[in-house]
């Protein structure tokens, strides 16, 4: 995140030092399934199979505007193609892959948004090791629109509480 100034939170009145990460270690057709459903899925920190279903993790990158433009980046889950998925699969170590975007639709609930289930997405690969970049299809969305805008700390911050970001540290 570079440069470490704090702030003071407009949600709680702490005083945070750090941008906490919000990541999602699976898509949400994963955390569904029960114990025996599992079994037939795969999961790791990239990847997502579940039976023809396949998912891919990326970074959902946001300017903070009042926040020297810093971006944060919430980590979320989208499906593609299984002839994209495999693509991307054959490219996950490329440091320069040139790849047109993929159709991804996005496959997490970000709370303190309308929900995000099923917003379509661009995905696209970035040098090895970074994760792709996934981008909202530009509508009125409140989440696209902060994609497209930017958004202030405060409303940042209120998502932020929302998923209980700073808990437990
Ligand atoms: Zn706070």
Not at 26 to 38: D, F, I, K, Q
Not at 103 to 111: K, S, T
Request: with cysteine.
């Amino acid at each position: 995140m570079g440069t470490a100034h704090s702030f003071v939170c407009s949600q709680c009145g702490e005083k945070h030092s750090d941008l906490p990460d919000l990541a999602f270690n699976a898509p949400y057709h994963y955390s569904e399934l029960n114990e025996t459903e599992r079994k037939r899925a795969k999961l790791s920190a990239d990847f997502c199979e579940i039976d023809q279903d396949r998912f891919v993790r990326g970074v959902l990158p946001i300017t903070i505007r009042d926040y020297d433009a810093e971006t944060f980046s919430f980590g979320v889950w989208v499906s593609l193609s299984a002839e994209n998925f495999e693509r991307y699969k054959a490219l996950f170590k490329e440091e320069d892959p040139q790849e047109p975007p993929y159709f991804g639709w996005l496959c997490n609930h970000i709370n303190g948004y309308p929900d995000t289930l099923s917003l379509k997405t661009n995905v696209v690969l970035q040098p090895y090791p970074s994760r792709p970049h996934i981008h909202l299809e530009s509508t009125d969305h409140p989440l696209a629109k902060a994609q497209r805008e930017g958004i202030m700390m405060d409303e940042l911050m209120a998502v932020l509480h929302t998923h209980g970001a700073f808990d437990g540290g």
